[in-house]
């Protein structure tokens, strides 16, 4: 597919997606928003993907946030349509993906490019990152889901010192604090990701398809057991189920058919 903010191509079963607007520092419009909808909604679709790796034009930023000129004469209304519409289509599109999303996190992460990254499912920095979340500098606060996601994976206290504060985090932090997996080398960013997918891609993609739907229900649910339980059942209607138990005993290695 074609794209005017994004890059995106398909190699040995994993989709890369560059958001490609370097001079604005990958900073997210509409029509970047519009595009990335697509793309998430093409990943999900698609049998030939079996993992996402999202990065940013550059060295210097993954996302360095959104572009306020776009909304900076808003009202309350229309404010609130902003998170809501970008939440639907991007942001909770991502995480409710039957794929796996990596972030490759290559520079800035701010705003709501941070909250890009956690809505993925997997966080890889490049050593040189920076996180954070400033929009109280601007008067606003995390509208598309930063809030929730940051606090679901550092804890409430840190989260609301990071959001109040504005303030920005070394990669390495961000590691310590539980906020990306793996910190490595610039030049090593892209690889790290595609090792992380080598491994997936050799596991049963309706499996892997209900366990992020179930972790994700342990968040967002109020019974994720429930949730848990009914994808475990549903593995067993699964060719792939038939071919990993066999290849199993019949100790060799299974080949998957994400049927």
């Known amino acids: 597919m074609t794209y005017q903010n994004l890059i995106s191509e398909v190699k040995e079963n994993i989709l890369y997606i560059t958001i490609n607007r370097e001079k604005a520092l990958n900073a997210l419009n509409r029509d970047t928003l519009k595009e990335l909808a697509q793309v998430i909604q093409f990943a999900g679709d698609t049998a030939e993907v079996k993992g996402v790796i999202l990065t940013g034009a550059g060295d210097k930023a993954f996302v360095a946030g959104a572009d306020i000129k776009e909304f900076s004469d808003y009202d309350a209304s229309q404010g609130e349509q902003l998170a809501r519409d970008g939440q639907a289509a991007v942001f909770n599109a991502i995480e409710n993906s039957p794929k796996p999303f990596i972030a490759a996190i290559n520079g800035f992460?701010?705003?709501?490019?941070?909250?890009?990254?956690?809505?993925?499912?997997?966080?890889v920095a490049a050593d040189q990152a920076?996180?954070?979340?400033?929009?109280?500098?601007?008067?606003?606060?995390?509208?598309y889901g930063g809030t929730q996601?940051?606090?679901?994976?550092v804890g409430k206290g840190k989260a609301i010192?990071?959001?109040?504060?504005?303030?920005?985090?070394?990669?390495?932090?961000?590691?310590?604090?539980?906020?990306?997996?793996?910190?490595?080398?610039?030049?090593?960013l892209i690889?790290?990701?595609?090792?992380?997918?080598?491994?997936?891609?050799?596991?049963?993609?309706?499996?892997?398809?209900?366990?992020?739907?179930?972790?994700?229900?342990?968040?967002?649910?109020?019974?994720?057991?429930e949730v848990e339980i009914e994808s475990f059942g549903k593995c067993f209607d699964t060719a792939d189920f038939q071919e990993g138990t066999t290849a199993f005993l019949e100790k060799r290695k299974a080949v998957f058919s994400g049927k």
Do not use: F, W
């Open 109 to 123: 992460a701010l705003g709501g490019g941070l909250e890009l990254a956690m809505a993925c499912h997997i966080r």
């Open 191 to 225: 690889s790290k990701a595609e090792e992380i997918l080598s491994l997936v891609k050799l596991r049963a993609p309706l499996a892997v398809a209900r366990a992020i739907r179930s972790v994700i229900a342990s968040l967002n649910e109020t019974d994720g057991y």
């Open 161 to 188: 010192e990071m959001i109040i504060t504005a303030g920005m985090i070394t990669a390495t932090e961000a590691e310590k604090i539980g906020l990306v997996n793996y910190v490595v080398p610039q030049g090593d």
């Open 149 to 153: 996601r940051l606090t679901q994976l």
């Open 130 to 143: 920076k996180l954070g979340l400033p929009e109280v500098t601007l008067g606003l606060i995390p509208g």
